[in-house]
């Protein structure tokens, strides 16, 4: 049987480590980053890819640097056929890439060589890609280049956030994982290069890339509040306080209105007029507070019409 080394940190990652698990696969080790404080108690968390390997009776080692003496050597003693890497965060030297006997392979969300990168669904969503998907490829030293093991694709739904279509990915990467696995072992493995002339990059979110500071196109700001939804979530500036907006969708009305203006508040939501088009949001959250309908903040009254979102 295969020995394998997995190496992952979020949640995304974690399904597919338990998933090989089920599948029956040798996983040898797990490698995953440091624990690291979170939430407003800045509490020390173990990552999910570590609960769940603990949980499964797996080997756990979190070295600060993958490549390094000390790491390089312990992967040597673990002997791994292949080392699988999900979301794991850090990019692996030639040092460690040699060390499988048949390589390392990456679990990538979207139909590489478009959005290679650290943010691959929020970027397709920001961008209103209609198709994405799961690729398994080979690594090398560069960043998502390497020759592809297998790929499938994924429609994406219209009203499709990052939550869900992150969900969805995940779901199909753990299936293409099991497929991968399987023809790694057979006479049908292959590996195709990628065509670097139609590559795309989709780097980390920025704190610029939460902020909607303009209303000018109503369909690209609800792409980027449905990239952000549910998390870190998209924000915009009411009366100089920050808000943000969730569960958002374009409507054919035309209303008037300077771009960024509340234009009306009701029970379905809050309605902002936009340079091109009508932006409907149906759900907001303030500092401090829960997320809430717009209705339930003009009640509050947090919030009214004829303001103007942005700046």
Same mark, same amino acid.
């Given at each position: ?22 599948? /029956?696969?040798?996983?040898?080790a ?9 939430? #407003?108690? #800045? ?5 999910p ?7 499964m ?20 003693? *673990? ?15 030639k ?5 499988? #006997? ?30 994405t /998907?799961i ?30 279509l992150?969900?969805?990915l ?14 790694? #072992? ?25 902020h909607?500071?303009?209303?000018? !196109?109503?369909?690209?700001?609800? !792409?980027?509040?449905?990239a ?11 009366d100089g306080?920050? *808000? ?21 508040i ?12 009508? %932006? ?7 500092p ?15 919030m009214?019409?004829q303001?103007? %979102? /942005?700046?």
């Open positions: 049987m295969m020995r394998v080394v997995f190496m992952g940190t979020p949640d995304f990652a974690a399904r597919h480590l338990h998933a090989l698990v089920e599948n /029956g696969h040798n996983v040898v797990v490698f995953s980053q440091k624990d690291r404080p979170k939430g #407003r108690g #800045r509490v020390v968390e173990e990552t890819v570590k609960k769940t390997a603990l949980s009776g797996l080997k756990v080692f979190q070295p600060q640097n993958v490549s390094d003496d000390a790491a390089v050597a312990l992967l040597k003693s *673990l002997n791994p056929d292949v080392i699988i890497t999900v979301a794991f965060g850090k990019l692996l030297k040092r460690v890439l040699e060390l499988p #006997r048949l390589g390392c392979f990456n679990v990538h969300a979207s139909l590489l060589p478009k959005y290679r990168g650290a943010a691959p669904i929020q970027r397709s969503l920001m961008n209103g890609e209609k198709v /998907g690729t398994i490829f080979k690594m090398d030293e560069g960043m998502d280049s390497g020759p592809i093991a297998f790929s499938q694709e994924l429609s994406v739904q219209e009203f499709e956030t990052f939550g869900s992150s969900s969805r995940c779901t199909l990467g753990c299936h293409a994982l099991k497929r991968f696995m399987e023809l790694l #072992r057979s006479e049908e493995f292959r590996l195709f290069p990628q065509d670097h002339s139609k590559a795309t990059t989709a780097p980390k979110i920025s704190k610029e890339d939460l909607i500071d303009r209303f000018d !196109n109503a369909q690209a700001v609800c !792409n980027r509040i449905r952000l939804d549910p998390a870190p979530g998209a924000c915009t500036l009411l306080t920050k *808000l943000k907006l969730f569960n958002s969708s374009v409507i054919s009305d035309s209303v008037e209105g300077e771009p960024g203006k509340i234009v009306s009701t029970k379905q939501g809050m309605l902002i007029a936009c340079e091109h088009g009508t %932006l409907l949001v149906k759900e907001v959250q303030f401090g507070k829960k997320k809430m309908r717009p209705w339930e903040a003009k009640s509050g009254r947090l009214q019409e303001r103007v %979102l /942005g700046g």
